[in-house]
């Protein structure tokens, strides 16, 4: 009897034994697999902040250099650039830094058709399947200075009728370029609005 406890516990030793070696590898395996998954989830959400963080610092760094000319704040930017994402194909960090970094150069583009020119940039650039840095600096020389620049536009296959060219001119003319920045964006919206969303 003793002799076949102690053989049945020996069998139960080495079971358990087999059993822990069993788990401690499989616990390796898993931790492997499910580290592996989060080292490179982490990799990609310091890359996505290290963009974030780029695209920041180069709406501010213009907005400082062009002397708050776009009559928005970083805080007011940043958000509306948030809304844009939340409603459109364009990440966040996108639209800081290819559009809202990029419209900021051009000094004549203020308050509603400043949002108005960015909204109007996601959208052209996906029904016209073109890069959105490219569609903003077209767009943002017909804002900034229509009198000379409409034409930037129509490199973009966007044509005005006449009788629009004549009443940009005008305004424009009249120093009243709110009013003609309204009608190119106007016009924008009622071709291409809502294409990115």
């Known amino acids: 009897n003793s002799y076949q406890f102690q053989q049945v516990t020996k069998g139960v030793e080495q079971g358990l034994g087999d059993l822990s070696k069993k788990l401690t590898d499989f616990g390796k395996k898993m931790s492997l697999a499910v580290t592996t998954p989060l080292a490179a989830i982490g990799a990609v959400a310091l890359k996505n902040a290290d963009i974030q963080a780029r695209a920041e610092a180069k709406v501010r760094q213009a907005i400082l250099q062009t002397g708050g000319a776009a009559k928005l704040t970083f805080e007011e930017l940043t958000s509306y650039a948030s809304e844009l994402q939340g409603r459109s194909i364009f990440g ?59 034409s930037a536009l129509s490199r973009l296959g966007i044509q005005f009728s006449k009788d629009h060219e004549a009443v940009i001119r005008k305004f424009a003319e009249t120093n009243q370029l709110t009013e003609a920045q309204a009608i190119i964006l106007d016009t924008l919206a009622s071709r291409y609005g809502g294409q990115a969303e």
């Open 92 to 150: 966040d960090e996108q639209i800081l830094n290819d559009v809202t970094g990029k419209l900021l150069t051009f000094t004549n583009i203020a308050g509603t058709n400043f949002k108005k020119a960015q909204q109007a940039a996601l959208d052209m650039a996906t029904v016209l399947d073109q890069d959105v840095k490219g569609i903003v600096t077209q767009l943002g020389k017909a804002l900034n200075d229509p009198i000379k620049n409409l």
